[in-house]
Each structure stands twice: as C-alpha cells, then as structure tokens.
C-alpha cells in the first residue's frame, strides 16, 4: 500500500479565541460550499474515490439489494374499517402507501409516480379521525422538508397543499376532518438571518382556507428551538400541546378542555412546567388520562388520573417502573372479560409486551412474541376492539408485522414482507463487559459458525437515548455471510437503560461514550473474535462524532474507520443546519464549562501531525440539512494532513440525498461502497466477480 497523494488544501492561520484557549481552524474556508476553490477540492476528492481499490463493491452491491428484496410492510392506522399502511414490494424504490376496505386495497400515494426519479420521499402521513381524509408530508431530494397535502381519501384527489415549512410537524386532526392542530416554521422574512430552521409555531388549520389565515395557537415568545407535539382526543374534547427545547430529554406538557373553550383559543392547563422528564399524554375512551412518564422513573412508568385533574400530584401509578425493562409504547383493548393494556418493553434492548388490567394495571399475561427481537408501533383500533398489531423484527427476520388477539391470548402473524429472500445462516450473541470506568455494558453479536479472529465491523450511536435494538439489516447480514462479524455495542448515551443510561452518555458525560466503544473494541480483541489490524469501526450522525472521536482518541486499536454524515466540529457545530437543537445534548461552546467539554473531545481538533490513522472513509451527503457536510469536509482535509500512515483518506461525496430516507438502489450503492472499504482494509476475502 503506498501513500495517497491527496488533493491540495490551503491550511489557513486562523485562529479564536475562545474562553482564553486558541482554537485553531485552517480548513474554514470549506464550510464555504459554494466557492470555486471549495466545489474544485470536492472534485478531486470524487476523482480520487472513484480510484480507490474497491474490488468487493460489485460483489456487495448484488448480495445486498438481494436481500433488500425481502422488501417492507408496515403497521396498519385503524380508522373505522379502513387500515392505512403502507408496501414495498422488492422491485419498488419507495413504500407506497394503501387503503384497505372491505376485503380490497387500493393505492393512495405513490412517490415514485409523483416523481419517476426516485428523490421524493413519503415523510409522514395521519388520517383524520373518521378515514375520510389523510394528510401527508413529503420531500425532495433529501431535504426533509416536507411539504404537506390533504387529500380525499375515496377519490385520490388533492383538496389542500402544498403547505410548506412543514418539516417534523405532527398533524392532529379535530372530529369531521374540516381542521387540523400543526406545527409551522415561521416565513423565512419574519426571522433573523441563519434562524430559518427554527421558530416553530402550533397552529389550527382550515381544510381549503390559505395557511396565511391560520390562527396562532401556541410558541410565540418561546424558544426559538423549541419543537412542539400536538395530538387531539379521539371525541374532539381534549388537545394536548408539548413543548421541548431542542432534543432536551424534557417537555413541557399542556391540557385544553375544547369543551369549554374555543378551538381558536383554547384555555391551556399546565401539566407539566420546568420539570426535568418526559411526558405523554392519552386521553382514553374510558375518560380517564393516561400518562407516560420518566419522572421519578427512568426506565419509565404508566400513570393514571382524570383529564380534569391533569397535575402530577393525581397522578396515580398504573403500571410501575421496571427495574431491569425500559418502557417503550402501550394500547389499549377491549378484552373479552375485561379491557386490557398491552405494554412494550425492552430488557437490554430485546423486546416484550406484557399484559394487564386496565383497571388496576395488574400483569395478567404476556403477548407471544416470534423470537428474541425488536416489536414496535402497536397498534388498535381507536374507537375499541379486541385486536392489536405491532411489527417484529430480528437480526435475520424481515419486518413483518402480527396481529395479537385479546380474546383469545394468540399472536398470528398478519402480514409478511411481500418478497421472499435466502437469509445467511448466522447466530447472535449478547454478550456484557466492563467499561474503563466498571459501568457494564451489552453489545450484539452477529456471527456464522466458526472460530478465530475475523474481519468485525464494530457499529455504535450512544446518544440522544437512542437504543441499538436487533433489526434485519442487509449490509450487517451481507458482511457475515463474507465471513465476517458484525457487533452492535449498546452504548451509554443511548435509551437501553433508560434515561439515566441517556444522560450517562451526554453534556459532560460524552467520554464515556467514546470509553464504552474502545472498550467495546478491547473485548472483542481479548475474546478472540478479532485482531486490532481486523477491526473496522462504523458510525453515521452522532453515531460519525463516536467514531471520529475513536479514531482521533485511540488510531492504533483501529484499523479502518467509515463515518457517515458526522458531527467532528464540535466547537462550531451550532451554527450549521440543526445543530442549535442539539446543544442540550452536548452543550453550547459560548458557555464556558460546556465549552471545555466539547474541546476534550472535538474530533477536528484532536487530528495530530505525524499520527499513523486507521483508514477512513468520509460519506457525506449534499442535501442535508441536519448535519452540513462541511464537517467531514474539514475532518478528511485535515486528516490527509496528517496521515503518516498509508492507509488512505477517502471522501464520498453524494448529490441530491440527504440524512434521511431514499431510494433503495442509492443506499444499496452506499451500503456497498462502505463494506467494500472496509473489506479492503480488514483483510476479508469477498467472493464473487471482482470490480470491473
């Protein structure tokens, strides 16, 4: 292997002065996107990539859309007898969404008919509450923009949209489907400049009238990156606003009686105000509220009180803390002797649904589930019923989704993923150990039969209380049937504890999780399952800060390195696309201590001259506007800066995506790509043709 020779980079004196510390930043002028000298560097880095010594790539790209053709299914919405889901079959780019009634289903959205290109994508849909109506989000080109239409659901026709500036609003619907509850940013005219991502507003919408006649609900005055959640009861009576600043594991929670109060200006009853937790509400069919809560419970709890009475101090425990399972979702049915809850958990990030008594709350059973995996979404039927469904998945099972009868305390399954496809035989160990600091922590195994030590992907997130629960995933499998092992290590910062295993992991914290990943790495080393010069590292979004900082803290446990629209510029991160929302996970750089926690660990500012780097892969995408791709721009800058090694440097640049959905075939030519890097320079043999 010899030396990359890299494309030039002009390295700037530049230096701040922050809090009393320089801070140098030489690679600035490529947060500039739209310069000559910018777009002509990103030039050279696509023409070095497209030299890279990928031989696996073709071998990867067959075996992974093969096993994509399993295709999807999803959870049905319940509205009356119609079911709103949505289908992949294994020749489709995108879910097409479908209404089913009276034993026959028909096609309600196809993005791929919209747009035969395959860059819109379907973001979110909600039907009114009768299922004459259905609302729905999409975007283009990967800028999670979502555009939002109303259309009716018998005829297929348009009857409102696009309504823009809609981008994570949730939609509730009020009785009749005439209006709806959403959240808006506001006019780009209306706010400072470089804030138009933010100041969102709640407001009640009439289906036909111009959203410029929209009534103000809720957020004026508030902060500016507040997100906001509104839903309405299923009887029109009760509307609930929440508010969270940023992605704070907090909200603030309110409670509207629109029986006495005008939709237009409803009276809001605090619930919930400056408390450090986080809470739901449901207002049920038997009148009583329901409550989903962290507070005084961290792994979380079910409570129950009267809508009139919406306090914590009348809340009353129905379903108590787990010491051992995090609380997840519950439904609520009509049992044949008597209603029940079903309730969702994880243990160690494996899942199970429990029942009991709606009444008391009493556990009365268990739902069978198909293995040891993931469920999720349950589902009922909001008028009542004794039916619900939730989807299932493993390491080698497709998602499909089951149907659970309370009646008769059986689970069925009720639709499979619509394609059928040849899995790998392989196996999947949780196995525990010990952190730098003693703290214990799980991580997933996946494996075929056999010993010594392979090529291993090591694959983290640890953040944003975001578990690493088990799912079929192509590239995992694709990689194992190669003869390598993929491992899923559960880190702090993550939710598989529970919030505190959340907050174990964020602000001042944030090392830890960088210690549970090379501790990770060690295990895996000291167990035989491989060798530092076998051991690759993988991560996107926060989980591309994890391994920037990995690479940066610990180059010689590593021996290659893919990183995937990451956070590495942690000193300047707020200022580009959502990064204001995420300082209440890692804190702000203006103040003085949150500042010295982000300059331990900034993975910019910890590439050293003269260090032999693992090889690293940058993926980046130009569409999106969660995470600028100016930090990877600069990392690999000042990464081949740097390198002394051999190992290569590379940047994948993408156009036209961004950091969320696609289409299949843009991520199957990803997925490929990366694993073809990494068996490059983890030693696996890929069988199969070479690379043309």
Same mark, same amino acid.
């Given at each position: ?19 009393g510390?320089?801070?140098p ?14 777009k002509?560097w990103?030039?050279?880095?696509e ?6 010594d ?10 992974i ?36 009634e ?7 959205? !196809?993005v ?12 979110? @849909? ?6 004459n ?7 283009v ?21 696009p ?50 006649e ?13 997100? @906001? ?40 009853v ?15 069919? !038997?009148g ?72 008391s ?7 069978p ?37 309370? #009646? ?15 899995v790998?035989?392989?196996?999947t ?41 088990p ?22 910062g993550?939710?598989e504890?529970g ?14 999780v960088? #210690? ?16 530092? !010069? ?14 920037g ?29 959502l ?36 090889a690293?892969l ?25 390198q002394?090694?051999d ?46």
């Open positions: 292997m010899t030396r990359q020779p890299y494309p030039p980079a002009r390295r700037d004196a530049i230096v701040d002065d922050i809090h510390t320089s801070v930043d030489p690679y600035r002028w490529l947060e500039d996107a739209d310069a000559p000298e910018t002509e990103l030039d050279a880095q023409e070095l990539f497209r030299r890279a990928l031989e696996g790539r073709r071998h990867f790209r067959s075996r859309a093969e096993l994509l053709r399993s295709g999807s299914i999803g959870t049905p919405s319940w509205r009356g007898e119609r079911r709103f889901f949505t289908r992949r079959t294994p020749d489709q780019e995108h879910p097409v969404l479908y209404v089913g009276a034993g026959e289903e028909r096609v309600l959205l !196809d791929t008919a919209l747009d035969s290109s395959g860059l819109t994508t379907l973001d979110a @849909y909600q039907p009114d509450k009768e299922g109506r259905l609302a729905y989000q999409i975007s080109g990967g800028d999670e923009e979502s555009r939002l239409y109303v259309i009716d659901v018998a005829t297929g026709e348009i009857v409102e949209g309504i823009d500036r809609c981008r994570y609003s949730p939609v509730a619907w009020r009785p009749g489907g005439e209006s709806f509850y959403y959240v808006r940013r506001l006019a780009p005219s209306a706010v400072p400049a470089g804030e138009e991502q933010y100041h969102r507003r709640v407001y009640l919408h009439r289906v036909g009238t111009s959203p410029d929209d009534v103000l609900i809720f957020g004026e005055g508030l902060e500016k990156t507040n997100y @906001y959640g509104v839903s309405v009861s299923l009887d029109g009576r009760w509307l609930s606003i929440s508010a969270s600043r940023g992605t704070a594991p907090r909200n603030d929670l309110w409670l509207a009686d629109l029986s006495v109060s005008e939709a237009t200006a409803p009276r809001l605090t619930v919930q105000e400056n408390v450090d937790a986080q809470t739901a509400l449901h207002a049920g069919r !038997d009583r509220l329901y409550v989903f809560t962290d507070l005084d419970a961290p792994r979380g709890r079910i409570c129950v009180t009267s809508p009139t009475t919406p306090g914590r101090e009348h809340w009353r425990d129905l379903v108590p803390e787990d010491p051992e399972a995090v609380l997840s979702d519950f439904a609520v049915l009509d049992g044949a002797a008597e209603p029940v809850m079903l309730v969702g958990w994880t243990r160690h990030a494996i899942s199970e649904i429990t029942v009991h008594a709606l009444e709350g009493a556990r009365v059973g268990d739902v589930l198909p293995g040891l995996g993931s469920t999720g979404g349950i589902t009922e039927r909001p008028e009542g019923g004794h039916e619900a469904w939730f989807s299932y998945t493993d390491d080698i099972t497709p998602t499909a989704v089951y149907r659970f009868d309370a #009646d008769t305390g059986a689970t069925t399954l009720w639709a499979a993923p619509p394609g059928a496809v040849e790998p035989q392989a196996r160990e949780q196995v525990v150990y010990r952190s730098k600091d003693g703290a214990e922590v799980h991580m997933l195994v996946i494996s075929r039969e056999g010993t010594g030590p392979r090529p291993t992907i090591l694959y983290g997130y640890g953040g944003f209380g975001i578990s690493m629960t799912g079929f995933s192509a590239t995992a499998l694709a990689w194992v049937e190669a003869g390598g092992v993929y491992a899923v290590a559960q880190l702090r993550g939710g504890q919030e505190q295993w959340h907050r174990a992991g964020m602000l001042g914290n944030k090392q830890n960088f #210690d549970d990943l090379h501790a990770a790495a060690e295990h895996l080393i000291a167990t035989g399952v491989t060798t530092p !010069d076998r051991l690759a590292i993988s991560g996107g979004s926060n989980g591309g800060l994890l391994v900082a990995a690479l940066t803290q610990r180059p010689e446990l590593y021996a290659a390195v893919v990183c995937s629209a990451p956070l590495l510029d942690m000193i300047r991160y707020e200022k580009f696309g990064g204001a929302t995420w300082n209440v996970e890692y804190g702000s750089a203006d103040v003085p201590e949150e500042f010295g926690w982000l300059w331990g660990y900034s993975p910019y500012h910890h590439v050293r001259e003269g260090v032999t780097y693992p690293t940058f993926a980046v995408f130009a569409s999106d506007t969660r995470v600028h791709p100016l930090h990877a721009w600069k990392m690999a800058a000042a990464l081949q800066h740097a002394a090694g190992a290569p440097i590379l940047l994948r640049n993408e156009t036209e995506v961004g950091h969320g959905a696609r289409a299949v075939s843009k991520s199957v030519e990803l997925a490929a790509d990366q694993l073809a890097f990494l068996a490059r320079h983890t030693g696996l043999t890929v069988t199969g043709q070479p690379e043309a």
